[in-house]
């Protein structure tokens, strides 16, 4: 099966982002439309008035429709963790997404 090893970029193509292998990987692999997971990733950015390039750190949950209630259970209970962690390290609530459908992350 696919994979993103985002920590060293291997599996990256150029001229591509995290983000967007990330988002086909969601829609193009069966395997993981109904499995649920929390992603963390950087996202290239570049500020629109300075032109500066930096890199935020972001966090994803992936809970589809389709996944076993006890899963969606443990996976919202990780994950109201991981935001109040990430936000004692300043992580800007702005930079979570969460999405249950291919909608909402299109």
Not at 15 to 40: N, R, V, W
């Amino acid at each position: 099966s696919s994979g993103i090893n985002a920590e060293y970029g291997d599996d990256i193509p150029e001229g591509s982002s995290t983000f967007e292998e990330l988002k086909k990987l969601l829609h193009d692999e069966a395997e993981y439309q109904t499995k649920p997971c929390i992603i963390i990733f950087f996202l290239d950015t570049e500020n629109k008035q300075s032109k500066a390039k930096k890199q935020v750190l972001c966090a994803f949950k992936w809970l589809p429709q389709g996944c076993a209630i006890n899963k969606r259970m443990v996976y919202t209970t990780s994950w109201n963790s991981l935001k109040v962690e990430l936000g004692k390290a300043s992580i800007n609530s702005n930079n979570m997404f969460e999405a249950s459908d291919w909608d909402d992350i299109e």
